[in-house]
């Protein structure tokens, strides 16, 4: 059973438009969610977050969406840049004691044509 | 140092060998992660470790032993693995009082 599902495998966008990535979770006990990048032969790398207290979060061209309602987040990337391309995975993170457990998103593979 | 590292990159071990991973950082994080990821899945979580201490083991068979030696090193201990067990094997540390992790880039293991 998913806890959290990137539907969109793959995206391709063009160089300097928008692009959106999508995020669904069904565990009401998450708290916090986080977008990390991964590029080939490389660890993901942490991108941005936002507490569930917020509905948006932004960091250059990077901003989160959270829809608490819906349970949904999106990250927009703008513009988008040809390094850009690479997995993203959507994390979801909820408090277990003294510590915090993330479930991590299949990803999706994001394509920035020049 | 900014970095989580990983050694090695690459292993291939027989169903009988033993082997360790070994996972340092050495940026003061508190929090320990060992993560297997098969391709295309996400990321599952193995163990967790705080200050030193085992705190999560998400149900890992036996034949994963992981070890915390000190704040700064982290290991996982191979005996008997299965062909299903090839996998990129993630280490990751977070902050203290941060909820995002440092991942380092992967052991790639094959297990023959």
């Known amino acids: 059973d998913q806890q959290v599902k990137q539907n969109s495998p793959s995206l391709s966008v063009q160089e300097g438009r928008i692009s959106i990535l999508n995020c669904d979770y069904t565990?009401?006990?998450?708290?916090?969610f986080l977008w990390y990048k991964k590029y080939p032969a490389e660890g993901p790398t942490f991108l941005i977050s936002?507490?569930?207290?917020?509905d948006k979060n932004e960091d250059g061209r990077f901003t989160v969406f959270l829809n608490k309602s819906a349970k949904h987040l999106s990250l927009h990337i703008v513009p988008s840049q040809p390094g850009d391309s690479a997995v993203y995975f959507c994390?979801?993170?909820?408090?277990?004691?003294?510590?915090?457990?993330?479930?991590f998103g299949i990803g999706t593979k994001l394509q920035v044509i020049p | 140092d900014t970095e989580v590292t990983q050694t090695p990159k690459h292993l291939v071990m027989g169903m009988t060998n033993k082997k360790s991973l070994k996972c340092e950082q050495h940026?003061?994080?508190?929090?320990m992660y060992w993560y297997k990821q098969k391709a295309k899945k996400p990321p599952e979580l193995m163990f967790v470790?705080?200050?030193?201490?085992?705190?999560i083991n998400e149900s890992v068979p036996s034949r994963f032993s992981p070890e915390c030696p000190n704040s700064s090193l982290l290991n996982l201990h191979l005996h008997a693995l299965q062909p299903e067990d090839s996998a990129l094997y993630l280490c990751?540390?977070?902050?203290?009082?941060?909820?995002?992790?440092?991942f380092g880039p992967g052991t790639r293991l094959t297990v023959l």
């Open positions: 565990n009401s006990m998450f708290d916090y």
């Open positions: 994390a979801a993170s909820a408090r277990s004691g003294g510590y915090q457990k993330v479930t």
């Open positions: 936002i507490s569930s207290i917020k």
């Open positions: 940026m003061g994080h508190r929090a």
């Open positions: 990751a540390s977070s902050p203290p009082l941060r909820r995002w992790q440092f």
């Open positions: 470790y705080s200050y030193e201490k085992l705190s």
